[in-house]
């Protein structure tokens, strides 16, 4: 492995994201390696008009290290004005499409973006919100809505017409390159301040992890403001030379048909979108789509070994996060269905207790983690210094989540700290209840969660979704539960909601579900239900 922030692709030294597309454009800048939305763009059309991005930006007052927030659907537009930010040497705050009201303003006012460029559909958004630091919006589509007072409005297109600049601004590795708010499921979303060094880092990790060449087609559905398509999809396919299909969204029905038209060799994925092909009807088709790699995480050892035997695709499971990119990864050759995998070899992963002592192989505690060389993981959340120090004490960055190891260094993820149940002394895993439940017919989603019990601690609660027209089948959830987890981990309390409570990046507030407490359509199994171990024989 090369030093970190550099990437030796055929002789071809990286320390920028910038530097990525340029080598690209020169390499094969007229091939049409991306497509999004069914639009093909190739690298050296993305680098002609990045100049000109920049050139805008620059013109309007733009300086080096000002914000400049992102909103866009998956358009060769976004990738444009993407790389046109960071050519003025400007941050790039990528906003989530589905974000309006008081979670948008926050990010804005935050953030102090004084650019947002966006389409035309979001520019309404904005009216009302207290913005101080907003001064001009720029609207890709139809023409300029009307924006609030004392804020400029530009088209996109009027952006593009701008004399490109004659040369990018300096740009060095641990520049800031953007802040990626995180889903708030707790609070306001946080904004992780990432360099240029730490957004290589991720997408190096993924190539070197996925062995990617030039032969390879990659698909991802996942939305641009997102690391997984920034870096692990775009940046990854720009370094080593592979086609990139960028898709708006996933359709599960269609997708291996996708994978075929497309000659798709290899996708990102989420353990919820494997479990949602798993569970569509058996065809022939399964096989035979030439899709041989996949990489992603959240995926429970069962439904892992069920699918690559049912599709013929090999799964990489990995342990990531917005913060610190690929920390754990389960590669080619060194593999073990069910775990996250075993440290990268540029980090230290270990679990550790709530004093950060490390724990024992086989207990669980919190997943930690430290780089072997700086400048490769967030360099603080965005004007929150108090949260910085907290994740990044003793040394150490502090993920939130529970796992264990085992005796070989293989690591398996449990549940987020703060999703973990509490029952009569024994710890239970919400994730390990709801990878259980995901496996049933019928069942759309689920999120398990404690409730309080009249005897202290926690009781363990299930809200389920249900497909439409399918009613509970109780006596087969609590049958499947009782067969799979620890007698402790049985529900107790069952809901059945037409939706989950969560944020616009659809992760699920089980703050909200816990709020709600035990509702008056749950069904209460009773407090014997699941409070002592079956007797033995």
């Not at 029905?253 to 949602?276: D, H, V």
Request: glycine residues 8%; charged residues 25%; negative net charge.
């Amino acid at each position: 492995m090369n030093g970190m922030g550099e990437i030796d692709q055929k002789g071809q030294r990286f320390e920028t994201v910038l530097e990525v597309l340029d080598h690209a454009a020169a390499r094969d800048g007229e091939r049409a390696t991306l497509n999004c939305a069914g639009r093909d763009i190739s690298s050296a059309r993305i680098q002609a008009d990045s100049y000109r991005i920049a050139a805008a930006l620059t013109g309007w007052g733009i300086e080096a290290g000002d914000r400049v927030a992102l909103m866009m659907g998956n358009v060769p537009e976004f990738l444009i004005s993407w790389f046109g930010i960071l050519r003025a040497g400007v941050v790039e705050v990528p906003v989530h499409s589905a974000y309006r009201g008081l979670l948008l303003e926050h990010i804005l006012r935050e953030s102090g973006a004084r650019v947002l460029i966006c389409d035309a559909e979001f520019v309404e958004r904005i009216d009302g919100l207290d913005t101080p630091a907003l001064e001009r919006v720029v609207v890709r589509g139809e023409a300029v809505a009307e924006v609030p007072a004392g804020i400029e409005a530009t088209t996109l297109e009027e952006a593009l017409a701008t004399e490109p600049l004659s040369e990018s601004r300096v740009i060095l590795p641990d520049d800031v390159a953007c802040i990626l708010y995180t889903s708030g499921t707790t609070g306001p979303s946080k904004g992780a301040v990432l360099s240029h060094r730490a957004n290589l880092q991720l997408a190096k990790a993924n190539v070197e992890l996925m062995e990617y060449t030039s032969d390879d087609v990659l698909y991802t559905a996942f939305p641009l403001f997102h690391v997984n398509a920034k870096f692990t999809s775009v940046v990854s396919s720009l370094i080593s030379g592979a086609r990139l299909v960028l898709d708006e969204r996933l359709s599960a029905s269609r997708f291996w048909e996708i994978m075929r038209e497309n000659g798709i060799t290899s996708f990102n994925y989420m353990g919820t979108m494997l479990s949602m092909l798993a569970k569509q009807p058996v065809k022939d088709g399964d096989s035979g789509h030439g899709v041989i790699k996949a990489y992603g995480g959240g995926c429970d050892g069962a439904l892992w070994v069920e699918f690559e035997e049912r599709f013929g695709v090999r799964l990489h499971e990995h342990y990531g996060m917005t913060e610190i990119g690929i920390a754990t990864w389960n590669t080619r050759t060194v593999r073990r269905p069910g775990s996250c995998g075993r440290a990268v070899p540029y980090f230290e992963v270990r679990v550790a207790d709530g004093l950060d002592i490390e724990s024992p192989v086989g207990e669980v505690g919190e997943l930690q983690v430290r780089s072997r060389e700086a400048g490769t993981i967030l360099r603080e959340y965005w004007a929150r210094p108090e949260e910085t120090i907290n994740a990044t004490r003793n040394l150490w960055f502090h993920t939130g989540d529970r796992a264990w190891k085992d005796e070989d260094g293989f690591f398996f993820y449990v549940d987020r700290l703060k999703d973990s149940i509490r029952r009569r002394g024994e710890n239970v895993s919400a994730w390990e209840i709801e990878s259980v439940l995901d496996a049933l017919p019928g069942i759309v989603e689920c999120a398990a969660y404690g409730v309080p019990s009249d005897l202290g601690e926690d009781e363990v609660m299930v809200a389920l979704v249900l497909e439409l027209g399918t009613e509970l089948d109780l006596e087969a959830v609590i049958a499947r539960c009782s067969e799979r987890l620890a007698y402790f981990a049985v529900p107790r309390y069952v809901r059945v909601c037409e939706q989950l409570p969560k944020t616009p990046s659809q992760r699920v507030q089980k703050f909200r579900l816990r709020e709600d407490g035990v509702t008056a359509d749950t069904i209460d199994r009773g407090e014997r239900a699941t409070a002592r171990p079956p007797a033995s024989n």
